[in-house]
């Protein structure tokens, strides 16, 4: 499994197109380590080449990303701490991210925020 990341307070990257080959281990130690109040985040790629891409959402929950690019998209749903750990080991079991239950497709933001 491929980890790429990123942790603003830290000052640590690891760029989403040169995802570096890592193990279940590192990947948990990595998302421990994220603050979670920053937009720092982890993300993963599979053999298959499906991305899945983690970061805090508030207090309590994450939200999983599954981007799809080529549509300027994603699919995404809300995960509590302690479901993004267990999907970080079946990820690394090769739990393909598309069977996550519940997944909601969403159109990227393209509009400008202000004027």
Same mark, same amino acid.
């Given at each position: 499994m491929k980890i790429f990341f990123e942790n603003y307070a830290d000052n640590l990257l690891v760029e989403t197109n040169f995802p570096l080959e890592g193990s279940l281990e590192q990947a948990v130690d990595i998302f421990?380590? @994220?603050?979670?109040? *920053?937009?720092?985040?982890?993300? =993963?790629?599979?053999e298959d080449g499906n991305t899945v891409q983690i970061s805090k959402?508030?207090? =309590?929950?994450? @939200?999983v990303e599954? $981007?799809? #690019? *080529?549509? *300027?998209?994603? !699919?995404? /749903?809300?995960?509590? !701490?302690?479901?993004? /750990?267990?999907?970080? #080991?079946?990820?690394?079991?090769?739990? *393909? $991210?598309?069977?996550? $239950?519940?997944? /909601?497709? #969403? $159109? =990227?933001?393209k509009e400008k925020a202000t004027n």
């Open positions: 421990h380590n @994220l603050p979670d109040y *920053d937009g720092s985040f982890i993300g =993963f790629v599979n959402y508030d207090r =309590f929950l994450f @939200l599954i $981007p799809l #690019e *080529d549509q *300027d998209a994603s !699919y995404y /749903k809300l995960f509590n !701490y302690y479901q993004v /750990k267990n999907l970080i #080991e079946h990820l690394f079991n090769g739990f *393909d $991210p598309y069977d996550i $239950p519940d997944l /909601k497709f #969403e $159109p =990227f933001i």
